[in-house]
């Protein structure tokens, strides 16, 4: 499969080097080149400096034959609108883009992107260790 | 009319300042709280501090009950969600995006922005209404339709010198509008000749604006 994922930051560098390592087609974007430094020396997938909301940088990046696009930059909006580029005007078959903003994730999954929202699903976690070890110290005071 | 604008940079500053002088309802949203404390001092207390993107922001701007929103930010990916943020969450009736880059005007559009306005492009049609014998100029776009007001001037040796509008091989999707010539106006007829030194005005559909692009400027061979 091919891939392009842009943002180069720790989530984006994961997932491209995942992939890359499962055998998978992958291209990086990123507006900073020094981010690639983030992607393990056995990478073998493209690295391409650019913004992902410029349709060029991304039928450069192959976004046409993509299978799938990733939008993890830090930027929700940029996330926002390159994903939707890559859904409306390249067709790409599965887009997902992080959202960090929880109003603005819900706003965009009811429109139809594949969203993830790492606030919520941080937050949820965290509240669930929280709530379960306040269980754990509840019960001895209560036996 | 209530109008709500997104960014102050120049844009959005003299917006501001235009639309309250004429009377209207103003309020403007800007990330940086160091400019929006100089906007308050200088328009009272219709600016607000905040990211403009995000729904609590507009809901406590009231944009329910806007007429318009307008954002003029720096940023087209910013532009576009406050726009997109506006009418989905807010369905405010009309949403106006600047587009830095004017390949980004076609996409605001399909994703639901109301008018879209590219400076780049506007400059770009200032300076090729500014160089002499510039033989097609693209005047205005027109905001419902995909459409173009384009301007075309008849050179010397024009394939289209001399003939008759009616028999002018125009492409579909066209309309000769109207012919100046020595600065009057004409309003054609299927029989109106076209001369040498006419500018040709015509309305377009901007997918063929290259069809005809290449009927009216190009010479003979």
């Known amino acids: 499969m091919k891939a392009v994922i842009m943002g ?89 883009c992080r959202i960090y903003d929880p109003v603005r994730e819900d706003t965009y999954r009811r429109l139809g992107l594949t969203t993830v929202c790492p606030t919520t699903v941080i937050s949820a976690q965290i509240l669930d ?15 | 009319m209530y109008i709500i604008i997104v960014g102050g940079g120049k844009v959005g500053y003299y917006l501001t300042k235009t639309l309250l002088s004429e009377g209207h309802e103003v309020l403007l949203i800007e990330k940086n709280p160091e400019k929006t404390e100089l906007f308050v001092e200088q328009f009272g207390a219709v600016v607000v501090a905040g990211d403009g993107a995000e729904a609590a922001i507009l809901a406590q701007a009231g944009a329910a009950r806007a007429d318009v929103v307008i954002a003029v930010t720096g940023e ?12 989905t969450k807010f369905h405010v009736g009309r949403t106006i995006a600047r587009v830095n880059n004017p390949k980004n005007e076609y996409l605001f559009r399909m994703l639901g922005v109301d008018i879209t306005v590219s400076q780049t492009d506007y400059i770009l049609t200032l300076i090729e209404q500014a160089i002499p014998d510039q033989p097609f100029i693209h005047l205005v776009n027109l905001i419902h339709e995909d459409m173009a007001i384009v ?4 050179v010397a040796g024009s394939k289209i010198a001399n003939r008759k509008i009616g028999d002018l091989p125009v492409p579909e999707g066209c309309i000769i509008a109207a012919i100046i010539r020595s600065g009057e106006l004409i309003i054609p007829s299927p029989s109106t000749e076209v001369k040498e030194g006419d500018d040709v005005i015509a309305i377009a559909h901007r997918s063929i604006e290259d069809d005809l692009r290449k009927l009216l400027a190009k010479k003979n061979r």
């Open chain 2, 151 to 154: 301007d075309a001037k008849v």
């Open chain 2, 76 to 87: 087209d990916e910013d532009n576009l969600v406050v726009c997109q943020v506006a009418k």
């Open chain 1, 8 to 96: 180069c930051g720790r989530v984006g560098a994961r997932v491209a080097a995942v992939l890359d390592h499962n055998g998978h087609q992958v291209t990086v974007i990123d507006i900073n080149s020094r981010a690639f430094r983030r992607l393990p020396e056995e990478f073998r997938g493209r690295t391409l400096i650019g913004t992902g909301i410029d349709e060029d940088v991304l039928r450069r990046a192959g976004i046409t034959e993509a299978a799938a696009f990733v939008a993890v930059t830090n930027g929700d909006n940029r996330n926002i609108m390159a994903a939707q580029v890559a859904r409306n005007i390249f067709s790409v078959p599965e887009v997902i």
């Open chain 1, 129 to 143: 260790s929280v709530m379960s070890a306040s269980t754990r110290t509840a019960l001895p005071l209560e036996s």
